[in-house]
């Protein structure tokens, strides 16, 4: 079996940072808003777990904890935040929530 | 180099042909006999109660928010697992306050009454 | 692999640790009473008291947990400014909050919390530690912005805040695993930390390795538009204005300080520390960024009716300001902008406190023009807000003046000189705006009767609150040696 390179764990989580981004800038409901950011948060976790493999180092492995711990808590501040916003509004879509401008 | 996987493929081999052959089994000896109760699209069988798309509580966000923090929370605990010998009494304290902040978190929502169904 | 515990080393933890410790103890305390008061006082002794941590581990200057927490005069100071603003926020907060029905005891643990992770940031000597200081004042802010739910702009704000704050620790975070994968591994100290950084950049260039990677790059790039969007500085300003308006006043007066604060004192050490070697390549363009931040935030807020947003839009064109003693990347910057920090939180507060005493439940009148004949209803507190606009625009006598005197200096030393009259000119264009909020106070006559008749709620905490910081701003404005020759003594000698 031969060895996966370090260069294509960091070119599919780049990737998969490029998607997580344009899925931020181009979506309107925030939950899959949502998605797209951990899409980003996990790509950056792949590419710490390959660096870290690469250099036989455990620093990239501990911060991918801290990584998943905090985009753990993000999400459920988002969720509260979003059923709060659904109540009295009864919609997910950012356009549709938009009383401030100026 | 693969043998120690031999016993998960085997289990894999038999965890595909086991529901296969169930399901292949009951299509071929089964009656087929078509009902109206049984062309309904769901609840086997019985009656529909309501449509499907229920909205779902609220409750259940607060309850599924909930388990996602304390669930990820745990995942500080498997370094501690992996290498708890090596940490001795040092690891077994700072998992200690590490508990001790999480329990206070626990003790906080069910002050709280994040946790009461109704 | 063989296990070595890192020494636990609270001396340099200190801060952060008790202020996070003295947040949970506030949150039980909430249990079992519910009595804002009580809840209120406990903070502000909780703050008091990490303040006094600073006072005991004055002077020390050492690094800690494999190299992840730095302790030295420049944080401690710092610290205590940020220490300080939070106080004066719950001072703003102890009766705005009663009066908008908004009494719920988890304001004051999440204000501690905020204020904890923010200090963390000041003391982080690590990318990861920049990361949980940066998330545990975020994750706070965003419940305290939407604090005032059952208003729809409050949670509209909070969710705007928490999408783009999450877009942006994407970035982050993606920012530090490029790094990593740059840098070699570091057996003896965080391979992440500052310092190893550092020693590795130094090695590469002299090996005859290029520094200047693609990849270390946009490493350093995203780490670096992370930390711009919670300074807001343009082009990554765009949420500051709709949370700063929907957010509780004592919230924005609060974030609007100490945020920008704390991230661009992590900015400092990254740039100075870790990316010393990167200079000629991230000063130009950061300078490019100060000069747009600030005509931008500047422009934009003449053209503001509501005084939130015109506040708002003046935040960002003075994070623009302190972006400059950042980037002249010398000790005179970073005393520049320690002065600058002082001078701006107790002006920006001051103002927002101003701005508190004019809401009322549910009726937000904060347009320009409820402030018409403000001076009748309330003489005593127009002149306040004078004094705050003035130091706002820094006009001479005020802090503000000074904070500006001294960011200019430090960027024409740093050889800067083109950005120095960027800074000039807006400020003079600032000025308009500012003086125009005095004439509306003195000047005009109310819109109507009723208007002529509101109450103006200046309760005895916002009084004192308001005092101090009028006495504070006088004082820097007028006799500022004393606190100038400090903050120089202090930041060059931590410097060194």
């Given amino acids: ?102 | 180099m693969l043998r120690p996987y031999l016993p998960i493929l085997i289990i894999f081999i038999v965890g595909v042909i086991i529901p296969l052959a169930a399901l292949g089994l009951s299509a071929l000896l089964g009656p087929r006999k078509a009902t109206k109760r049984k062309l309904v699209p769901y609840e086997s069988g019985m009656n529909p109660i309501g449509p499907a798309m229920q909205r779902t509580p609220v409750r259940f966000y607060v309850v599924a928010m909930l388990f996602i923090l304390f669930d990820i929370e745990i995942i500080f605990l498997t370094p501690y697992a992996l290498y708890f010998r090596q940490m001795g009494l040092f690891g077994l304290g700072e998992m200690g306050v590490f508990l001790a902040i999480l329990l206070l978190g626990f003790v906080y929502i069910w002050r709280k009454g994040a946790l009461r169904w109704d | 692999m063989p296990f070595n515990p890192p020494s636990i080393d609270l001396t340099v933890l200190g801060m952060p640790a008790l202020l996070m410790a003295w947040g949970m103890l506030v949150l039980l305390i909430d249990l079992f009473t519910s009595n804002q008061r009580v809840l209120a006082t406990v903070s502000l002794i909780g703050l008091i008291a990490t303040a006094g941590v600073g006072l005991l581990t004055w002077g020390t200057q050492r690094t800690a947990f494999f190299d992840m927490v730095v302790l030295d005069n420049f944080g401690t100071v710092v610290n205590w400014i940020l220490l300080g603003a939070t106080a004066l926020s719950i001072l703003l907060a102890l009766d705005y909050l009663p009066r908008q029905n908004l009494m719920r005891g988890e304001f004051y643990a999440l204000l501690l919390f905020a204020t904890s992770g923010m200090l963390l940031l000041v003391q982080a000597n690590d990318l990861v530690m920049i990361f949980i200081g940066v998330e545990l004042l975020s994750i706070s802010l965003y419940v305290l912005t939407g604090f005032a739910v059952p208003r729809i702009s409050s949670g509209e704000a909070a969710m705007k805040y928490l999408l783009l704050g999450a877009f942006a620790a994407g970035f982050l975070v993606y920012g530090i695993a490029l790094i990593y994968g740059f840098v070699a591994a570091n057996d003896a100290i965080s391979s992440t930390s500052l310092t190893a950084i550092s020693q590795d950049l130094a090695a590469k260039q002299a090996a005859g390795i290029a520094i200047n990677d693609p990849i270390i790059l946009t490493g350093l790039g995203f780490v670096l538009i992370a930390l711009g969007f919670k300074v807001s500085m343009v082009p990554f300003h765009a949420w500051t204005p709709d949370v700063y308006e929907g957010a509780p006043t004592p919230i924005t007066a609060y974030m609007s300080v100490t945020t920008k604060g704390a991230a661009l004192v992590a900015i400092i050490r990254l740039l100075t520390v870790a990316f010393a070697a990167l200079r000629p390549e991230w000063q130009f363009i950061f300078a490019i960024l100060a000069a747009l931040t600030m005509t931008y935030g500047n422009i934009v807020a003449i053209a503001q009716k509501n005084l939130k947003r015109m506040l708002a839009y003046s935040s960002i064109a003075h994070a623009g300001y302190m972006l400059m003693g950042v980037l002249s990347a010398s000790p005179l910057g970073a005393s520049a902008f320690v002065i600058y920090l002082v001078a701006y939180a107790l002006t920006n507060i001051g103002a927002f406190a101003v701005l508190t005493t004019l809401e009322n439940r549910g009726m937000a009148a904060l347009e320009l023009q409820d402030l018409r004949g403000l001076y009748r209803r309330h003489p005593w507190l127009s002149v306040a807000m004078v004094i705050f606009m003035f130091s706002l625009a820094g006009v001479p006598l005020t802090a503000g003046f000074m904070g500006k005197f001294a960011v200019f200096q430090a960027a024409w030393d740093a050889d800067l000189k083109w950005l120095v009259l960027v800074g000039v000119l807006t400020s003079v264009i600032s000025a308009f705006f500012y003086l125009r909020v005095t004439v509306q106070m003195f000047m005009e006559e109310p819109v109507s009767a009723e208007a002529a008749e509101r109450p103006v709620f200046a309760t005895a905490p916002l009084v004192v609150g308001l005092t101090i910081a009028v006495v504070g701003i006088i004082i820097l404005g007028v006799v500022p040696s004393q606190v100038l020759n400090f903050v120089n003594n202090t930041v060059v000698a931590a410097a060194r």
């Fill in chain 1, 1 to 102: 079996m031969s060895e996966i390179s370090t260069n294509a764990y960091v070119l599919v989580s780049a990737i998969l940072f490029t998607i997580g981004v344009i899925g931020v800038m181009t979506r309107r409901n925030a939950i899959i808003m949502f998605m797209s950011v951990e899409l980003m948060l996990n790509s950056a976790n792949l590419a710490l777990i390959a660096f870290s493999r690469a250099k036989a180092s455990t620093d990239g492995q501990i911060i991918t904890f801290f990584v998943i711990a905090v985009a753990a808590a993000e999400v459920a501040v988002g969720l509260a935040l979003l059923v709060s916003i659904f109540r009295a509004k009864r919609t997910t879509n950012v356009d549709d929530v938009s009383t401030l401008k100026g």
